[in-house]
Structures are given as C-alpha cells and as structure tokens.
C-alpha cells in the first residue's frame, strides 16, 4: 500500500484513486449562441441594423435558371439543368461561352457538374 502512497504523491486526489475524493467542478465556459458572451443573437441583430443604417446592401444571392443539354456528345439525348454561371470556354479556339451546369444524366443517382458549350444549352421546354 505504501508504493501506491508514492505513485500517487503528485496526483490530485480524485485520480489518486480515493472513491470519495469528487473532481473539482469547474465554471461553464460560454458558448458563441449564448447571452453571456456577446449577447447571442441580439448582437447579430445589431450588426445587421448597422450595416442596414449605413447603406450596406444584402449580398445578392447567385440564382440558378433552368435550361436543358441537348445532344451534348458526352451525355446523349436532352437532360433538364441547372445553369450555375457562365464562363469563357478556354477549350473553344472560337473564344466561345461555355455554361457551368449540374444535372443528373441519366437513372443513375449522381449529380454532375461540368462546362457544357453553350451550343448544346437551350432555355426551351
């Protein structure tokens, strides 16, 4: 027992292997959403009537419009899309726009993203 003495001199106690000895509780730390660190929500309220107050604009939402891939030679047939963005195609020796799209090509279940020249995009149902 006296060994054990000396192995756990340096320990606190409840890992000294005392049943009774408690561990020492410790204060709660605040958490970002809490009131006790900047005011939770309140203080994001704030921020936006600042920002509103000094002329800041919302940052526009990109918007996704519909269009349809028909007979791209990678995906045959026609497939319904969403355009994300338009880009210059760099494989295009014309300098051409390719459109950004995701669709789902097929039963399979997988989303795919990828440059579509834009002859290949139409708006039409």
Known sequence: ????????AGRPA?????????????APVPTSGSRRDLGGSHFLEQQRRLRIARGA???????????WIDE??????????LLLAWVRDE???????AGRVAFVPGPQVELVVALV?????????
């Not at 791209?72 to 899309?81: E, I, K, Q, V």
Request: charged share 20%.
């Open 1 to 8: 027992m006296a060994e054990n003495r000396a192995i756990d």
């Open 14 to 26: 409840f890992l000294s292997g005392d049943p009774t000895a408690a561990p020492a509780r410790q």
């Open 57 to 67: 604009k919302p940052a526009a939402k990109p918007v996704a419009k519909h269009c």
């Open 72 to 81: 791209d030679p990678r995906w045959p047939g026609r497939w319904p899309a």
């Open 91 to 97: 494989n295009d020796a014309s300098g051409g726009w």
């Open 117 to 125: 020249p834009a002859t290949y995009l139409t708006a039409e149902a």
